[in-house]
């Protein structure tokens, strides 16, 4: 349930939501089969289904099945499949399809051979001393639109694996230093995206002091 609820300072504002029921019974059979580039099924790969209108609404997930097939019912007319590896969810997925529209009839998802069909990112992140420094790395995928977050070694060395082909918004976050963007960069499939040395900036200080009505100052 979503709506605009507009809140004033001073005032305990009511919100009663209804939540609307979803018959994934009444809804419309999406069936299909993942195969590799070779065609041989893929069995036990993590199916995530949303609507491809709003594919930041929640959706279902599914399994394959040994003989690499997949059945379940949405209430979409169109939707979206990311097809991953199971448990694999802090990777890049193996295949994202968009569009797919279930009263057509079984879809067949081919997942292209990762050697030939994904990039990577290598990389090292010092900090303003020169030492190696431990940072995340979050990734914006503008096709795919998706997040993912890596982290360095403790020797700063960022390597990745797997990375879909596009344009990618890059970001480095370490902890005691500014965010540092990298801007958008673009990944080749079979290809290996070189970031370089990455410098960190030093960090700056803020101090001050916070009021809470009808309560002592506190220091920051």
Known sequence: ???AVPLHAGVRTPWNPVLDAVDLVAGTSLTGVVVDASGKPQAKLQLSIRDAADTTAPGSQVRTGSDGTFATRVPWDSVRIVVQVADGW????LLVVDDVKPAAGPVRLEVPDPSSARGGIDGRVLGPDGAAQRAAVTIWHQQARLWREFETTSDGVLHIEGVLPGALDLEVRAEGHPWLSLGTREVVAGQTLQLGTI???????ISGTFTVPDRKSTRL
């Open 90 to 93: 802090r990777q890049f997925p």
């Open 199 to 205: 410098h960190l900036s030093p960090s700056g200080r």
């Open 1 to 3: 349930a979503r709506e």
